[in-house]
């Protein structure tokens, strides 16, 4: 995410981005903030056969279920089950294969309560019939209705819809999967399950488990049947039903299977190609196999939340899905980090599952910790560490993350389980974990947790008992203050050394609200050369630190494995932060000087570490550099210019050269064209947006000639280059192309260019129907998006073109927009 972009833009894209939308929908929860407590369990799942249908002019689903029960402990002659909108016509017990009407009332549409036709004892199997008619578009039509999702989703079902597929697929997290057929709908219940769908014959279906059986049906459909002999829990039933192409993998003697549209499928192992790997290395690290029967991956459209990890089926949202040259781009491989989050899925959340919802940690912050683990491992510490500090400010700068626990009992429906909790805390929870017990205790604990927990639930105190019976230490601590209690230490850090006595003093204030935390800190102390290490524990609002040392430090570095989820103020001075950037040995320690340095500039210090994080070994802070500089600091520039052209020239990693190259345009320097003119013809398209963008600087006309011969073939980042220089030059021929690439744009570049380009365009044209288009396309963004706080800068757009569109004597087109800024201002928020 650029740094320019605006609020509103940041929480869109983790809401995109991220998949699950942290919403508060547990069942059998009173209204206002009370004790979450554990579903009761009084009936168990065992086994759930489902065949359905699907009417694809009306989006409903026709099923049939065959659904084993037992009572968990206690007897019973009653059945609760969730069904959320249904149509009930018939619910029956199965006996002797004999169909036997039960009575049953339906609470609001939600709840089925069933009478059985006997008292079972506890352990005793039952099966239950039941044929019903599910809608998933008409469940938020009924008012004071709580649901999580609808479930089923139908994209283009009428095939309606240019150039979008018509698909189906479903959403189960948290309590959705109750919107298309009838369950016991708790993370704490288990059950295998058998799927049939009856689907037109020309499409491919994918769910849980394996496909048994694929039967062709005189009308033109066809029947897949798929079975998972594994239990696992009820929001991780999956389907998908589309035009997919399957690329067949391996993983030792189990099917990995990619589906994608048909013309991403020559991409598919570029895509996806990394899994195998990924289900090695995570079946060694954690000394338990990868438990499905088959592992797949399907793209669908139209999915907002990111990826869903449905037990041997994730569910990937479209952006995973790319072309050739944006595979080009992507230095860690596109879609690694999402791919490795869902899979470590498939052991924290799958094999064992989250007891109820206030214990989601076990699910969501194990994927994330696992994909930053993978970064790790496969691209070099530096990068999951960058990765990790990406998730601290995430988390740093939600404002409400830090008032509730990792695990929170107690919450309101309004409020929820805060999202950058349970995913950007709880990962760095469990690397601090990791830390403190070393990576074999650490590992070998999570493989004793998941055997324990295998095809059952959990609680974190199952993860601490684990952890503690491997590494013979009492957790208690960690957990009480990590888990049970909120927020996290703010730390001040002073030094002061005593030549007389020898002695460095190191002061650290905890000035957090709330309560104390204790914290097992490294330090590394720098003297004549060599380092050492201290161990400490800091455990009091301001603790005193004093170490006898034969010379005055040149650095103390404190938390020296950059471990702490902490909001730090460290107190050095520029000279020993250039001394950290050049000696210590991590990125963190790296990064922490360059800060500094952005700060401090001026100082010889400052710049010494800017340039020297120019030719940093990690690309990413090589970009940060690179994006500090500014055109107008003579002196910087001057010295950084060198490394800076061969930066756009010569460096490895793509990202790096669009950034250099952008630096270069921002000059505004004919030296450079030549150097542009050869980017263009750069494989990466992101590095020929960014020439094209710093060509049209310096030589308008020739960028504009470029554009055109660029323009038949020109997609995603070259695109919105030649809307740019089309924005600066072009007229009414060049509209039908800005307006198809706006259409086509990410939701971060449509609102990008409806304040920085469109209006420029709009406000010159002479077709007065293409201008109202443009002014029509810029209030429905700002209508869509309004809840982001986006209206106001896309209204300043529309007063711009109105004034223009005056200026050249077009009274109807100003009042257009006048019109459409009114509509925005009464429109309320989506």
Not at 359 to 375: M, R
Not at 581 to 608: I, N, V
Request: proline share 5%; net charge neutral; hydrophobic share 35%.
């Amino acid at each position: 995410m650029k740094k320019n972009y605006s609020c509103f833009l940041l929480i869109l894209f983790f809401t995109l981005i991220f998949k699950e939308s942290f919403a508060q929908p547990f069942a059998g929860v009173k209204e206002g903030k009370g004790y979450r407590e554990t579903p009761e369990r009084i009936n168990d799942l065992v086994d759930t056969k489902l065949d359905v249908r699907f009417d694809y002019q009306k989006a409903y689903l026709y099923g049939k279920e065959w659904v084993t029960l037992k009572p968990h402990f206690y007897a019973t002659d009653s059945l609760r089950l969730d069904a959320k909108g249904m149509d009930i016509h018939k619910i029956a017990i199965v006996k002797a294969g004999k169909l036997q009407p039960l009575t049953y009332t339906y609470d609001d549409s939600l709840t089925l309560n069933i009478k059985l036709d006997k008292k079972y004892q506890g352990g005793e199997q039952y099966v239950v019939y039941i044929d019903y008619t599910s809608k998933p578009n008409l469940l938020h039509d009924k008012p004071g209705h709580k649901l999580d999702g609808k479930g089923l989703y139908f994209v283009n079902p009428k095939g309606t819809e240019k150039d979008k597929p018509t698909q189906i697929w479903t959403q189960g997290e948290a309590e959705a999967s109750s919107c298309w057929f009838p369950t016991i709908d708790v993370p704490n219940q288990k059950t295998t399950q058998q799927l049939s769908m009856t689907v037109p014959a020309r499409y491919t279906t994918l769910s849980n488990g394996l496909l048994i059986s694929q039967k062709n049906n005189a009308d033109g459909t066809r029947t897949d049947t798929w079975k998972q002999k594994l239990p696992h829990s009820p929001y991780l039933f999956m389907m998908a039903i589309g035009e997919f192409k399957i690329y067949k993998d391996k993983w030792r003697n189990k099917e990995v299977n990619y589906y994608l549209e048909p013309k991403y499928f020559p991409y598919a192992k570029a895509v996806f190609g990394q899994t195998p790997e990924m289900m090695e290395f995570f079946s060694k690290v954690l000394g338990v196999d990868f438990p499905w029967e088959k592992y797949s991956q399907v793209v669908v459209r139209d999915y907002p939340l990111g990826a869903m990890e449905n037990s041997s089926a994730t569910l990937h949202g479209d952006y995973v899905q790319k072309s050739p040259w944006e595979l080009v781009d992507d230095p860690n491989g596109t879609g690694g980090t999402t791919i490795a989050h869902e899979l470590f899925h498939q052991w924290f959340g799958d094999l064992a599952t989250c007891e109820s919802w206030s214990n989601e940690t076990l699910n969501e912050s194990f994927a994330v910790f696992g994909e930053k683990y993978w970064n790790e491992k496969k691209y070099g510490k530096d990068d999951g560490d960058a990765k990790r500090y990406d998730e601290l400010q995430a988390y740093l700068n939600n404002k409400t993350a830090a008032n509730q626990n990792l695990v929170p009992f107690y919450y309101s429906d309004a409020e929820g389980i805060n999202g950058s909790n349970i995913y950007d805390k709880g990962g760095l929870v469990l690397n601090m974990l990791r830390n403190y017990l070393g990576d074999d205790a650490f590992f070998k604990g999570l493989g004793l947790y998941l055997k324990n927990r295998s095809f059952k639930s959990a609680e974190v105190q199952d993860l601490r008992l684990a952890l503690e019976e491997v590494s013979g230490k009492d957790l208690n601590w960690f957990f009480n203050q990590w888990y049970y209690g909120a927020g996290h230490p703010v730390l001040d850090i002073t030094y002061k050394w005593d030549d007389a006595t020898k002695t460095e003093k190191v002061f650290i204030a905890q000035n957090q609200q709330g309560q104390i935390f204790q914290l097992p800190v490294a330090i590394d102390i720098y003297t004549n050369g060599t380092k050492q290490r201290h161990k400490v524990w800091l455990s009091h609002a301001k603790d005193t630190l004093s170490f006898k040392l034969p010379a005055k430090p040149y650095l103390v570095n404190v938390d020296a494995d950059k471990i702490l989820l902490t909001k730090k103020t460290d107190h050095k001075t520029p000279a020993e932060f250039l001394y950290q950037y050049q000696h210590a040995p991590l990125y963190m320690d790296r990064f922490e000087a360059y800060q500094m340095a952005t700060e401090q500039p001026g100082t010889p210090e400052g710049k010494q570490i800017l340039l020297a994080a120019l030719k940093d070994k990690y690309y990413g802070l090589r970009i940060r550099a690179i994006r500090t500089i500014k055109t107008d600091d003579k002196d910087l520039m001057a010295s950084a210019l060198p490394t800076v052209i061969d930066l756009a020239t010569t460096d490895p990693k793509y990202p790096v050269r669009t950034a250099a190259i952008t630096l270069l345009g921002k000059t505004g320097s004919q030296s450079y064209k030549q150097l542009y003119t050869a980017a263009l013809n750069s494989p990466s398209y992101n590095v020929r947006s960014a020439a094209l963008t710093a060509l049209n600087n310096v030589a308008p006309d020739e960028a504009f000639k470029t554009a055109k011969t660029l323009q038949p073939k020109a997609e995603g980042p070259v695109a919105i280059a030649i809307v740019g220089v089309y924005a600066m030059n072009g007229s009414d021929a060049e509209w039908p192309f800005v307006i198809e690439a706006f259409k086509n744009a990410s939701v971060q570049v449509k609102v990008d260019n409806a304040i920085k380009t469109m209006p420029k365009i709009i406000g010159r044209m002479n077709n007065r129907s293409y201008v109202a288009e443009g002014i029509t396309t810029i209030r429905d963004l700002a209508v869509t998006y309004k809840r982001y706080g986006i209206a106001p800068r896309l209204i300043t757009s529309l007063e711009e073109i109105a004034k223009q569109r005056k200026d050249k004597n077009d009274d109807e087109s100003a009042n257009l927009a006048q019109k459409a800024i009114d509509y925005i201002k009464d429109a309320k928020s989506n």
